[in-house]
């Protein structure tokens, strides 16, 4: 079993809509959460970061966290044709692992015009 | 504001012959710093990580090795690459300690192995 889970996709959202990234992780004492946005040929960037249960709002981003459930999602309102890429979800959970974060395989978002 | 250099950006090199990948981080002190690999279409794979001067964890059994010779300063190394080691190689850095912090990625080098 992964560790940290996502669907690899791709997610196909006409412009506009909003974009739902879905995330389980089977670690019960992770702490932290984040989340990454990589465009094609480039390196992850942090675009979201979520430490306690509930709604985390940045933008047109919102994060969504449910220890209990052991998922994070991300929540792209007013998708735009910029915001194709692909998501990782990184969770950080082992005690003095140096911050060491799991990645998920990450799920590609296609925004249409 | 912290930023973190790596390079070359891109890499062509022949089977057998020696690697040396370089990062450096600005703007903080003891940082943790991390190697991953990126296989075409595929997640990161964590190789290494520092949480201090000559302090180096690795993850996954392979003929590449890491060294921190200086605070800031992260080096990935071969002596004879393989095929297998093509792929997107990132250098990243967090706070350093357990502080739950992020890690930040620099811009990666493109390794193509002939």
């Known amino acids: 079993q992964k560790e940290v889970e996502q669907n690899s996709g791709p997610l196909s959202v006409p412009e506009g809509a909003i974009a739902s990234l879905n995330c389980t992780y089977s670690?019960?004492?992770?702490?932290?959460f984040f989340w990454y946005r990589q465009y094609s040929g480039k390196s992850p960037e942090l675009i979201m970061s979520?430490?306690?249960?509930g709604d985390k709002e940045d933008g047109r981003f919102t994060a969504q966290l449910n220890k209990a459930s052991q998922y994070v999602s991300l929540l792209i309102r007013d998708s735009q044709p910029s915001d194709s890429a692909t998501y990782l979800c990184?969770?950080?959970?082992?005690?003095?692992?140096?911050?060491?974060?799991?990645f998920g395989g990450g799920t590609r978002v296609l925004v249409k015009p | 504001s912290q930023t973190i250099h790596q390079w070359p950006a891109t890499l062509v090199q022949p089977v057998g012959s020696p690697l040396s990948l370089e990062c450096t981080v600005e703007?903080?002190?003891?940082?943790?710093l991390y190697w991953y690999r990126q296989a075409a279409g595929r997640g990161l794979q964590l190789l290494f990580y520092?949480?201090?001067?000559?302090?180096i964890s690795s993850e996954v059994p392979q003929n590449l090795s890491a060294s921190r010779p200086q605070d800031r300063q992260f080096i990935l190394s071969s002596k004879k690459l393989l095929l297998s080691d093509s792929g997107f190689y990132l250098c990243?850095?967090?706070?350093?300690?357990?502080?739950?912090?992020?890690?930040?990625f620099g811009d990666g080098t493109r390794l193509s192995i002939l």
């Open positions: 990243a850095w967090s706070v350093g300690g357990n502080s739950n912090q992020p890690q930040h």
């Open positions: 670690d019960r004492v992770s702490q932290s």
């Open positions: 979520i430490y306690s249960n």
């Open positions: 990184a969770v950080n959970g082992v005690k003095g692992a140096g911050n060491k974060l799991t």
């Open positions: 703007g903080t002190s003891n940082p943790n």
């Open positions: 520092s949480v201090g001067i000559g302090q």
